[in-house]
């Protein structure tokens, strides 16, 4: 099956066309969504002559596109004022100025501390691009000069210290160990956990930075945005709104369902989208809201639209990819999926954790669906 090609429209409404049109095809004979192959085709045909005007379309590019600029927090103003306290999971911490040099450990906060205007110095390796592809410009200029503090697993302290942060930020589950060292560097500020706790993390970020009323105002436009898209898509067709599976491959025994409990689960309970039985919040069996399947029952991944993971063409984590997928791709099971899957970005979809890969995964749903993404 084809990756995403990039993060851009071209490729993506390259990959997508064939399994769309049988998608939209396959509702008791009829289409479902008889206008979703007029609408690619004339995004296609209009961006190619955008290119050469120096235009951009993109929704899963290094800009975010219109969908997310309008309510990005703006990066100029505090709704608090500093010193303040944070209380957290751990305790709570003095921040004695606006911070300047942030560090980021658990990764999602990368992501939050830029969205909400941050800069940030450090991060953990976790064997990607250190700097999301999918990030806009300007969230990537603030990470523009972000180093490597160590393998995520086991952040180097030395290097920690020699960033001169001012504000370091992971959760509990990631870092537990290292908490009380890292008070000796500079304010820590932690979670309790991450993935679908991504919400609460982001306005402690935003109360970190002292832009609290930021930070929820943001969330507020992610949740209306998935609001008005989800009715959309009911208005759209009759009353069975097709259940959608979310797959990711690591490897032929290892294949995840991503329930209503994590990120991206959670992305599409707020359009109100159904879920497979085995993907509802709770059900027997899920770890960390994942209900984990094989090769050999492959078939508990079938749903009437399978979205699934993979990641950016050309990267390391695509020729991993490559290799350990092959012996899920070629099982007859998966080839009976033919007409109902839809490659989705790895990046924005498992790994931010953020309110940028929500509005990153809305922008998809919406395409998927043809329906307007505003």
């Known amino acids: 099956m084809p990756g995403p090609g990039s993060h851009d429209w071209f490729a993506i409404i390259g990959d997508r066309v064939e399994d769309l049109e049988r998608f939209s095809t396959r509702w008791q004979g009829k289409p479902r969504y008889p206008n979703s192959m007029k609408l690619l085709r004339a995004v296609g045909a209009v ?23 309008s309510d990005s927090p703006d990066s100029a103003t505090t709704s608090q004022a500093f010193p303040l306290t944070v209380n957290h999971h751990r305790g709570s911490t003095e921040i004695p100025e606006a911070p300047q040099r942030i560090i980021a450990l658990d990764n999602a906060f990368l992501d939050y501390a830029v969205d909400l205007g941050g800069t940030v110095v450090g991060v953990s390796d976790i064997g990607a691009e ?11 200029e603030r990470a523009a000069d972000v180093e490597s503090v160590g393998n995520i697993a086991e952040p180097q302290l030395e ?22 060292q890292l008070t000796e560097i500079a304010p820590t500020v932690f979670s309790e956990d991450t993935g679908d ?3 609460e993390n982001y306005l402690l970020t935003g109360e970190a930075l002292g832009k609290k009323e930021q930070a929820e105002g943001r969330l507020t436009a992610i949740r209306d945005r998935a609001g008005r898209i989800g009715d959309r898509i009911r208005d759209e067709g009759p009353d069975d709104v097709p259940d959608v599976s979310v797959v990711r491959i ?16 959670s992305v599409l309970a707020m359009a109100g989208l159904p879920r497979p039985k085995n993907q509802e919040s709770g059900y027997p ?10 090769r050999e029952n492959l078939d508990e991944a079938d749903a009437d639209l399978i979205l699934v993971s993979v990641p950016e063409e050309g990267t390391a984590k695509a020729k991993e990819w490559a290799a350990i997928s092959d012996a899920v791709l070629g099982t007859a099971t998966w080839t009976a999926f033919d007409g109902r899957k839809v490659d989705v970005d790895e990046g924005t979809w498992m790994t931010s954790v953020s309110p940028i890969g929500a509005d990153h995964i809305l ?4 395409e998927i669906f043809d329906v307007d993404g505003e």
């Not at 990030?135 to 990537?140: F, G, M, R, S, T």
């Not at 690591?250 to 689960?265: A, P, V």
């Not at 922008?363 to 919406?366: L, M």
């Open 47 to 69: 961006l190619v002559p955008a290119v050469a005007v120096g235009l951009s379309l993109s929704s899963c590019s290094s800009g975010s596109g219109d969908d997310t600029a």
């Open 130 to 140: 250190l700097v999301p592809t999918y990030l806009d410009d300007d969230q990537a």
């Open 159 to 180: 290097k920690i210290a020699a960033l001169q942060p001012d504000l370091i930020l992971s959760s509990d589950v990631r870092h537990k160990q290292y908490y009380d």
């Open 197 to 199: 706790t991504w919400q």
């Open 250 to 265: 690591k490897d032929e025994n290892t294949i995840r369902l991503y329930g209503e409990d994590t990120f991206s689960g």
């Open 285 to 294: 069996g899920q770890d960390f809201g994942m209900y984990v399947v094989s």
């Open 363 to 366: 922008t998809d749903v919406a």
